[in-house]
């Protein structure tokens, strides 16, 4: 795994789409611990293809995750907590609003 040093506004964008969010989200809530573990909606080879191919390589390039591609298992990066911090600022994946 290879860890960079990204901007604030680089750092931003890796949480930008609601895959990711929900990704970090999950990992958060301890829902998450392996690929299998993601709710996805629609068309699930599609979706899965888009996780293994763009939300889970930018997170993990971040370092907000460590992903297993061979067992399936995703967990908390180095810098897990600085994404886990605004998981709550980000707005609703599915447009609804927070239970808090």
């Known amino acids: 795994m290879s860890l960079t040093?990204?901007?604030p506004s680089e750092r931003k964008a890796a949480v930008a789409t609601p895959g990711r969010r929900r990704v970090?989200?999950?990992?958060?809530?301890g829902a998450v611990e392996t690929v299998a573990d993601l709710q996805v909606r629609?068309?699930?080879d599609e979706i899965a293809a888009e996780l293994r191919e763009s939300h889970l390589p930018a997170l993990e390039e971040a370092g907000y995750i460590e992903w297993n591609r061979e067992e399936g298992t995703i967990e908390p990066?180095?810098?897990f907590d600085e994404a886990?911090?605004?998981v709550a600022d980000l707005p609703d994946p599915d447009g609804e609003l927070a239970d808090d």
Do not use: Q, S, Y
């Open 77 to 79: 990066g180095p810098k």
């Open 42 to 44: 629609g068309r699930v």
């Open 84 to 86: 886990a911090a605004h």
């Open 5 to 7: 040093h990204h901007t």
């Open 24 to 29: 970090i989200a999950g990992i958060a809530d």
